[in-house]
């Protein structure tokens, strides 16, 4: 079973950047599309972005998109977000998640389609 563990966030001004991490364990990582949420205090967790087995095709929320990207190194069992250009908004618990299904050739962005999740890790963006 997928295990993964986020690390990266902070707490930055805004306009700053941070570059997120999601480790995972286990060999098979590169069957699965990954998938970053969040979540802000008193609020639904949201998408944010999805990454193909490859990384070859990407997803995009509008809120983040020309400012955030996702990334994957199969070989060492990582997805990434990179976030530049950070907003007060963009505050929250980022959470990366693998689809719940391997193989699976469209990119997923709801929620309840993911089966395995990390703890999180918190971005701060102050004003």
């Known amino acids: 079973q997928v295990q993964l563990v986020e690390s990266g966030g902070g707490l930055v001004q805004a306009g700053g950047s941070l570059r997120l991490s999601c480790a995972a364990s286990g060999r098979t990582f590169s069957n699965y599309a990954m998938g970053w949420f969040r979540q802000a205090p008193g609020k639904e967790r949201e998408f944010v972005a999805a990454?193909?087995?490859?990384?070859?095709?990407?997803s995009y929320a509008d809120s983040v998109k020309g400012r955030f990207t996702i990334s994957r190194d199969n070989a060492k069992n990582t997805v990434y977000l990179q976030m530049n250009s950070l907003k007060p908004e963009d505050t929250a618990a980022y959470y990366c998640?693998?689809?719940?299904?391997?193989?699976?050739?469209?990119?997923?962005?709801?929620?309840?389609?993911?089966?395995?999740w990390g703890q999180g890790t918190q971005v701060t963006v102050s004003s």
């Open positions: 990454i193909s087995t490859s990384g070859g095709r990407t």
């Open positions: 998640a693998a689809d719940s299904v391997p193989f699976n050739g469209v990119l997923v962005t709801t929620l309840s389609r993911y089966g395995y």
